[in-house]
């Protein structure tokens, strides 16, 4: 099993930048593939951008691309997503979550562990 902890969630203007971090606890987190999804108000949740166990693929959701990296330090066990020239339809409370299953990372079902969430609020 392995326990998930967001952070780095906050206000920032338009055009700002953050950078969220998701701790991962447990021996084996270099085994997990993980991804971060997102969750608007009166919206469902939604793919952001994922990560190959061994960090060498990367999928975006078409509405972050160029604007968000996201990366991995199996060392740490901490997953990380810089998003930068943040817009205010980026507000959104983000999850992080991890998947060691054979699928689609872009879908939620994939994933059986998942964070909390961190909020994340552009204004514009």
């Known amino acids: 099993q392995v326990h998930l902890v967001e952070s780095g969630g906050g206000l920032v203007q338009a055009g700002g930048s953050l950078r969220l971090s998701c701790a991962a606890s447990?021996?084996?987190?270099?085994?997990?593939?993980m991804g971060w999804f997102r969750q608007a108000p009166g919206k469902e949740r939604e793919f952001v951008t994922a990560?190959?166990?061994?960090?060498?693929?990367?999928y975006y959701a078409d509405s972050v691309k160029g604007r968000f990296t996201i990366s991995r330090d199996n060392i740490r066990n901490t997953l990380y997503l810089q998003m930068n020239s943040l817009k205010p339809e980026d507000t959104a409370v983000y999850y992080c979550?991890?998947?060691?299953?054979?699928?689609?990372?872009?879908?939620?079902?994939?994933?059986?562990?998942w964070g909390q969430g961190t909020q994340v609020t552009v204004s514009s």
């Open positions: 979550a991890a998947t060691q299953r054979l699928g689609a990372l872009t879908l939620m079902t994939t994933y059986n562990y």
């Open positions: 990560i190959m166990w061994r960090g060498g693929s990367t």
């Open positions: 447990g021996r084996t987190f270099s085994s997990y593939s």
